[in-house]
């Protein structure tokens, strides 16, 4: 600043003045202007004025002008901040759901709203798990809820149901001066975390819950990644290990990279419907322990992107493995709605884990997570979710909320949307008809479109699908030609990663390559969502099935 004012000195003397504080009608303003253009290094705009006698203000001039190039030279000095100076694990930091065919999707969407012509007229981001953004219609008694703890005046309308005013009161009552704009006690809102354990004892048959050991959290993914972070520690062969399945839902290896910890592949059995064989635990957490320190054990059930749904059987035997192994269980159970095939059912690893009785259930340490993202609710952008933690050490569990009461709480209105999840209408309420009927229709709909999708897809030559248990995703495998493969070596792109921009710019159909949640060498795969309109699904299906005759054609 001293620098500006001493240019703008100078200036002034350049214009006649004594300086820019005593300048005659207007010059101050013409002094300032002036300094600030040759400050920034630009051309002074300034009127021609009569050239001072005095030799002494024609070197301030000089001088201005020097140090206006000074502080220009200065301007353009190296960012600190740049891809080598940056921290190396947020660079390691991959996350194929929103990776470069999302980015190249984006483009197009913007080509085609300038007009430019394209083999198709829209867009289908089939790559996500956005429910609602596909359009599905909300729960009415969860935006109901919301809507009457975020505008409390709305509580003297006739035109909301009183079991919904109810819960809205009792949720405000837990918040700070009655508001849902009041941060919340950075564990989550007591109430809340007291029907999130009263909903875990009936779903789990009446095993406790203790709602000490409930976490509100930021969607399921922040629950995930605060776990991994309390958890990895050590360097060399000491370093954390963390076994994930494969394929795998992004955010784990993302988060394994961002911790600087070491992901530990196991395979999904594809031949068997993607089921977890503990034999292969055991190779993989075997072959681990060579250059890491395999503690933590990961599951997600029913699957992303595969969409299986374990069995007791499984869940027993991963259980044992873990107790036997000293595994820390991480249960990832956002899709425990999301059973569609008969004779599939979800249980939880908390039921499975106290029915094997005390000599498990009092020591396997077990983080379960749950969200508003999936499920009937499909409501993304509330960013509810909460997690389970037993048999938790008692200080560790104090540098959780430590570690928690860092970034102060998870979004309140994303709390209340738990609730509602966690605490719907029952029968003998005003509003659990129509509750039950949008929620079975959500179901349904989505059963229906998990046995078109696997249907269609086995229809085609050089296509395999997996029966979609649960979740909400097919993943597909795919036969990619040889030469298909060279040509993509030649783009420097992995062969299903080519597929996927060949189909995303020939269709408009945005897909994610299988190579992004990982695969067995020379298998390829890519996982779409289910969540279209029945309609429009059908119109997916008919145009991946033609683009992939045509493609197998080109490349045979």
């Known amino acids: 600043m001293h620098r500006f004012v001493l240019v703008a000195r100078q200036t002034a003397a350049s214009l006649g003045c004594k300086g820019p504080g005593v300048c005659r009608s207007g010059r101050k303003d013409m002094a300032l202007r002036c300094a600030a253009s040759l400050a920034a290094g630009r051309q002074p705009r300034c009127p021609r004025l009569p050239r001072p006698a005095r030799e002494g203000t024609l070197r301030w001039s000089s001088a201005a002008k020097a140090s ?40 197009i969407e913007k080509e085609l709203r300038k007009g430019i012509k394209k083999p198709f007229t829209e867009v289908i981001k089939a790559n996500i798990g956005d429910a609602h953004a596909m359009g599905q219609r909300p729960i009415t008694f969860l935006r109901q809820v919301v809507a009457l703890c975020t505008y409390p005046n709305l509580l003297d309308s006739p035109s909301f149901p009183e079991d919904a005013k109810n819960r809205a009161r009792r949720i405000l009552q837990g918040c700070g001066g009655n508001s849902l704009g009041s941060y919340s006690a950075s564990q989550g809102i007591n109430c809340i975390r007291e029907d999130v354990a009263s909903y875990i004892e009936r779903r789990d048959g009446g095993v406790p819950a203790d709602p000490d050991n409930i976490y509100l959290t930021t969607g399921a993914s922040d629950g995930i990644a605060t776990i991994l972070k309390i958890l990895v520690s050590g360097g060399g062969k000491s370093r954390t290990g963390v076994m994930i399945p494969i394929p795998q839902y992004p955010l784990y290896s993302a988060a394994i990279s961002e911790l600087d910890a070491i992901q530990v592949n196991y395979y999904l059995d594809e031949e068997n419907c993607w089921a977890l064989d503990v034999n292969e635990l055991r190779r993989s957490l075997n072959e681990a322990k060579a250059y890491c320190n395999p503690k933590v054990l990961c599951i997600i059930n029913p699957g992303n992107p595969t969409g299986q749904v374990q069995n007791r059987k499984c869940i027993e035997e991963v259980i044992h493995f873990a107790w036997e192994e000293k595994l820390f269980l991480l249960a990832d159970e956002v899709y425990q709605d999301n059973v569609y095939s008969e004779g599939c059912q979800f249980h939880s690893f908390k039921k499975i884990l106290y029915e094997m009785g005390p000599e498990y259930y009092n020591n396997v340490e077990l983080a379960s997570f749950h969200s ?8 993304c952008g509330y960013r509810g979710g909460y997690m389970e933690v037993i048999n938790l050490h008692p200080e560790i569990k104090g540098q959780l909320v430590k570690l928690l009461s860092v970034r102060l709480c998870p ?35 989505l059963a229906k479109k998990a046995k078109l999708t696997e249907d269609m897809f086995n229809k085609v030559p050089g296509i395999h699908c997996n029966p979609l248990q649960g979740a909400m995703y097919a993943f597909p495998r795919i036969f990619i030609p040889s030469k298909a493969i060279e040509e993509a070596k030649a783009h420097k792109m992995a062969p299903d990663m080519f597929y996927c921009m060949k189909l995303l710019e020939e269709t408009g159909i945005c897909v994610v390559p299988g190579s992004g949640f990982g695969q067995r060498e020379g298998s390829y795969h890519f996982r779409v969502t289910i969540l279209p309109p029945v309609e429009k699904l059908k119109i997916l299906l008919e145009k991946v099935k033609d683009f992939h005759i045509k493609f197998l054609e080109k490349y045979a």
């Not at 947020?90 to 999302?102: D, F, M, N, S, W």
């Not at 508003?372 to 609710?377: E, L, Q």
């Not at 605490?423 to 509003?431: A, D, F, L, T, Y």
């Open 411 to 445: 979004p309140v209105s994303g709390q209340a949307a738990m609730d509602i999840v966690v605490n719907p209408p029952v029968p003998g309420e005003e509003s659990y008809s129509q509750f039950i009927k949008e929620k079975e229709s959500v179901l349904n709909n």
């Open 372 to 379: 508003t993202s999936k499920g009937y609710m499909g409501e």
């Open 68 to 107: 206006a190039v000074k502080i220009n030279e200065k301007a353009s000095r190296e960012k600190i901040l740049t891809l080598e100076s940056m921290n190396p694990q947020v660079k390691a930091v991959e996350y194929a759901v929103r990776g470069p065919i999302v980015l190249k999707a984006g483009e």
